[in-house]
């Protein structure tokens, strides 16, 4: 059994002891699961440790025939890009329970219910990014749903169910694309390789542009609404408003991800052709969704819908960034994957403990908080100081390579995207200004700011945006070797720049 296997069933066994502990007996619950997702991230630092980025293909791969007459296996494996998915996904999970850890009171299931989902949604993130059988994937992809559906319908706030609800439709409607898209690729490759869903045996077939381009399709709207990308994100205020905090950070920071993640793993694979038709549309709809969420954030009077909207935006240059087809522009946008969901992670928090104190999520009810709650306040300045991409941060260097990496193949769409930057300074410092500066507004006085607790949640959050930001020499160092590899595969070479130009 293959580590990346021990880390998928690690979760399970925690599910399966939480299942076991008394209902009433919330403590123990909680410290359960925290338990073992704190075991789940050192075992992904021992695989960390011996991933060799500078060795080509998939690492740590297992397969094993699952329904062995229609070539399905359980397939497992990864490059660079899923280690880096993986090490985010299993170092905010333990955050979000540390940091959530009175979100389960006042749902309509017990605390334990909460944490089962918390780490069924752990095990499901790391096998949907470990996945290298297309089937695999589908089905973690769809199974995902599940437990958020019932996080936010169960354990949110205001009209949860209509939002829980929409969140399932639309991405519903996305997975039967998907499906669809599925079994095409299937029936192609019983005529020429004899059947299979093997990722690699998959991505060497020769498939006509007519047929890749309706294929392509049907992937990419499933992977645009998960993202999610203009004009497939409707679903996402209102999940991000009804959601608890730490279920806007699994469902924004990581599992939106997988989204991207399945452009760069299956599209750009898979249909290299379609990919290369359909870009200039793709840059097009990214740089839309840049401003589009920019502007609709600048505009926002609820504290969770503004950080919604910027995610919107956000995920605009993450798109921008893979579709550029640049190695840069791939790296950046990968990088982006990961600091946005340390960015967004601790936005959501701080956020989320002001709610919980102020019992109000309008912006205007927070003024004045940096002389009540000083910890807190900066806090939260430092977080929104990562959305808008500071220099120092690490916001800023995924940002830049996306930039640099398109300008060199579409300057006027890296041009318009770098508004999005202006734009990102004035949704996050009005934001600033109104929360944390001015007088202080009546019902703030008492305010108490962050406990024990909450700081060593939010403490390795902001290190590693600190860190990465002056340091990100690791990272891109696992990950610029995969995408070379996926650049070469899509039959891209990057543009060379003459001298004066």
């Known amino acids: ?92 999970v333990p955050v979000v329970i540390l940091a959530g850890w009175h979100e389960s009171e006042g749902g309509r299931w017990s605390s334990k219910t909460f944490y089962i989902l918390i780490l069924v949604s752990e095990a499901m993130m790391i096998g949907v990014f470990a996945a290298t059988d297309v089937f695999l994937f589908y089905v973690i992809f769809e199974a995902m749903l599940i437990p958020v559906y019932f996080l936010i319908g169960g354990y949110g706030r205001g009209d949860r169910a209509a939002a829980a609800l929409k969140f399932l439709l639309y991405s519903l409607f996305g997975g039967l694309l998907m499906l669809a898209a599925l079994i095409g690729t299937y029936i192609i490759s019983t005529n020429q390789i004899g059947g299979t869903f093997d990722l690699t045996k998959l991505s060497q077939m020769h498939i006509d542009s007519a047929t890749q381009n309706w294929l392509f399709l049907g992937f990419f709207i499933a992977f645009a609404i998960k993202a999610p990308l203009w004009p497939f994100h409707t679903w996402l205020p209102s999940a991000a408003k009804s959601a608890t905090p730490g279920t806007s950070i699994l ?36 740089v839309i969704s840049i401003l589009y969420g920019a502007f609709l954030a600048i505009g926002q009077k609820d504290i969770n819908g503004l950080i919604a909207f910027t995610s919107i935006s956000h995920f605009g240059v993450i798109t921008l960034g893979i579709f550029a087809m640049t190695t840069q522009g791939l790296s950046g946008a990968t990088f982006y994957m990961v600091n946005h969901g340390f960015s967004t992670a601790a936005l959501f928090m701080t956020a989320g403990w002001m709610v919980a104190r102020r019992k109000s999520s309008a912006i205007d009810d927070f003024g004045g908080l940096q002389r009540v709650t000083p910890i807190l306040a900066w806090s939260f300045f430092i977080a929104g100081l990562s959305a808008l991409a500071l220099p120092g941060l690490s916001s800023f260097i995924s940002e830049f390579l996306v930039l640099a990496g398109t300008f060199t193949r579409y300057p006027i769409a890296a041009i318009f995207a770098t508004l999005g930057i202006i734009l990102a300074a004035l949704y996050v410092l009005i934001a600033v200004q109104k929360s944390l500066h001015g007088e202080t507004k009546p019902g703030n006085e008492s305010l108490t700011d962050l406990v024990l607790r909450e700081k060593i949640a939010l403490a390795p959050v902001i290190a590693l945006i600190v860190l990465l930001g002056f340091y990100p020499k690791p990272v891109l160092d696992v990950i610029n070797p995969t995408s070379g590899v996926v650049m070469q595969h899509a039959g891209v070479v990057d543009p060379v720049l003459k001298a004066g130009k």
């Open 1 to 92: 059994m293959s580590i990346l296997t021990t880390l998928e069933l690690l979760p399970l066994v925690g599910v399966l002891a939480l299942a076991f502990t008394p209902k009433a007996n919330a403590k123990a619950a909680k410290q359960l699961a925290l338990g073992f997702s704190l075991l789940v991230a050192a075992v992904s630092a021992v695989m960390a440790a011996r991933f060799r980025s500078s060795t080509p293909g998939f690492q740590f791969a297992e397969s094993r025939s699952w329904i062995s007459s229609f070539g399905i296996n359980y397939a497992v494996g990864i490059d660079g890009i899923a280690l880096v998915l993986i090490l985010m996904t299993v170092i905010l």
């Open 251 to 286: 469902l924004l920071g990581v599992m939106d991800k997988v989204g991207t993640y399945g452009m760069i793993r299956f599209c750009m694979t898979l249909f290299p052709d379609a990919t290369k038709t359909f870009t200039p549309v793709i840059i097009v709809l990214s």
